[in-house]
């Protein structure tokens, strides 16, 4: 470990229980996140993973407790924490260099900006479209895109407000496989460049692992933490999509789906499936006999 | 041609097909009217023949009283027209936006979007006189309600994502109601729009079958007085005509303003 990162994110007892439901979503969530870290969320559906982040990115308040962005309490949504959503959040009537440079026509970037300022946030688009490889598209609409593309471009669009903290709602959900694997590589890529904090919400375990330094494991109802794993993998800029079939990779794959299964009712459904297997089995056994019995 | 897409459902079918079938549709109304009223079977009384209404058409284009009878339609068309654009759409963008406007004025709307304009006929006389105020409040009284309640609706459907994310990048409200909100629910309330102005007609016959005395409406209306069939066909004709030209110019101005729509 290096020499203690200072704290980016802090999650106090931390709790979010909806209007109308008499479980919490949350319950005492205490978090920290390190400057410069990058942590998954993961867990069964229904665990609260997405409604942490959208407490951490203040689009819901919380109902007990709180989340601090260096030690100041998160009041509301701001462009600290820029968020990539699944889906639909491009602006489909602006060309791909528009929605990247949206922030830059919101007072709360231009208010104090100075010339130098606006120069290097017009260098900075272009930086963002090239690293992004959007570099050949900048000029096409959202819906002339593919997903992985736009996916690319939300991302683009987030780091152009020069966020503390990079807040991704299952960013690959709706990508295919293959797609989702060059995005991979696309952010371990940025993440070694930006040094981003980024807090990951996702449902692929592989996902988490690969990307994370360490995957924090959500059990429902109530949502709660149910354990953290920090990953022991090479630096981003060494990892291989290879690494995926190793067996220390697929060992540590192993630890964390062992949980989610535990806390989320899957290994009794699965108990229950195999106990109905062996039943069937026993049925059929007497049918099978007089067939036999004939030769 | 079994493979042929004409006939397999949402079949895919050429610009030039599509206007040929619309051609064909139209022409079979216009044969069957001509044969049905060239046969004798009907009294022209009823039903004059294609060829009267042309005469009639142009005989009413002769008096110079034709363009007059339009250009005043659709100048109350716009006038009560424009005014429901320049009141539903930015009460439906706070109704559609925030939850305490929508709760004061979305009920009173939908109640009063249940009230027959038509009804309104006597009082608007009452109020505002027979001029040409009168044609125009109840074409506002028969658009407006409905616009706001489909406008707000138009606002409602923006993705909240997109909000959302405009939020996260630093917007405050006043942005992502001018920047995001308004510019992702325009081609919607174009078609709102787009829409009510078919209605916007319907009024104008009503204002002008009522109380006026210019106007394809009042032609209609003088033309029962003389049982002058053939005029009445070449007033709804009309109408439907001038209905049909701003509805494609809406269309058309669809098309332009909004090219990433209909982009692939």
Not at chain 1, 20 to 31: F, K
Not at chain 1, 60 to 75: F, H, T, Y
Not at chain 1, 218 to 233: E, K, N, T
Not at chain 2, 66 to 85: E, N, P, Q, Y
């Amino acid at each position: 470990m290096n020499p203690a990162p200072a704290t980016c994110i802090r999650i106090e007892r931390l709790g979010k229980t909806f209007r109308g439901q008499s479980t919490p979503t949350l319950q005492a969530i205490d978090l920290a996140v390190a400057e410069g870290e990058f942590v998954a969320l993961v867990g069964a559906s229904g665990c609260g993973k997405s409604t942490l982040l959208r407490l951490i990115a203040g689009l819901e308040a919380p109902s007990e407790g709180q989340v601090c962005l260096d030690d100041r309490p998160v009041q509301g949504p701001g462009c600290d924490r820029a968020v990539v959503f699944q889906d639909y959040s491009l602006y489909p009537w602006l060309n791909v260099l528009e929605n990247v440079r949206f922030c830059r026509s919101l007072r709360a970037h231009t208010r104090d900006a100075s010339e130098s300022e606006v120069n290097s946030a017009v260098e900075r688009a272009y930086a963002l479209l090239e690293l992004m490889g959007l570099d050949e598209v900048r000029t096409r609409y959202p819906n002339q895109l593919s997903g992985g593309m736009r996916q690319r471009v939300a991302i683009a669009r987030a780091l152009m407000a020069q966020p503390r903290v990079l807040l991704m709602d299952e960013p690959f959900g709706a990508l295919d496989a293959q797609t989702r694997e060059v995005m991979h590589e696309l952010i371990l890529r940025l993440f070694e460049i930006e040094r981003s904090t980024i807090v990951f919400v996702t449902h692929d375990v592989e996902e988490a692992v690969y990307l994370a330094d360490r995957v924090v494991v959500l059990a429902p109802q109530p949502g709660r933490i149910d354990s953290i794993h920090p990953v022991a993998l090479p630096p981003p800029g060494a990892r291989h999509p290879d690494l995926k079939l190793a067996a220390d990779f697929l060992h540590q794959k192993k630890i964390v789906l062992d949980r989610i299964r535990a806390t989320s009712g899957v290994q009794r459904d699965l108990d229950k499936l195999s106990r109905l297997a062996e039943l069937s089995r026993r049925d059929r056994r007497p049918d099978t006999k007089p067939t036999a019995g004939n030769h | 041609m079994a493979a042929d897409p004409l006939w397999s459902i949402r079949g895919t079918l050429g610009g030039a097909r599509y206007l040929a079938i619309a051609g064909v549709g139209f022409a079979s109304l216009l044969g069957g009217w001509w044969l049905l009223a060239g046969s004798g079977l009907v009294d022209p009384v009823f039903l004059p023949t294609p060829t009267a209404v042309a005469r009639r058409l142009l005989g009413w284009y002769a008096d110079g009283s034709l363009f007059a009878d339009i250009k005043i339609s659709i100048g109350r068309v716009l006038g009560g027209f424009g005014l429901a654009v320049l009141m539903a759409v930015p009460l439906g963008i706070y109704i559609g936006s925030f939850r305490p406007v929508q709760a004061f004025f979305e009920p009173l709307m939908e109640f009063a979007r249940y009230l027959p304009a038509v009804a309104f006929v006597p009082l608007v006389l009452l109020w505002v006189g027979i001029g040409e105020g009168a044609k125009i409040t109840l074409i506002w009284i028969g658009t407006f309600f409905q616009m706001v309640l489909m406008v707000s609706d138009n606002i409602r459907q923006v993705p909240m994502a997109q909000i959302e994310a405009a939020q996260t990048l630093g917007a405050n409200r006043g942005e992502v109601v001018s920047l995001v909100v308004f510019k992702s629910a325009l081609p919607g309330i174009v078609d709102t729009l787009r829409v009510t102005l078919g209605w916007a007609w319907t009024y104008l016959v009503v204002a002008e079958l009522v109380a006026a005395n210019s106007g394809i409406g009042y032609a209609i209306l003088r033309a029962q007085r003389f049982l002058q069939t053939d005029k009445i066909f070449v007033g709804i004709l009309l109408i439907g005509l001038l209905g049909l030209l701003m509805d494609q110019s809406f269309r058309l101005l669809h098309r332009r303003a909004f090219p990433w729509l209909h982009l692939r």
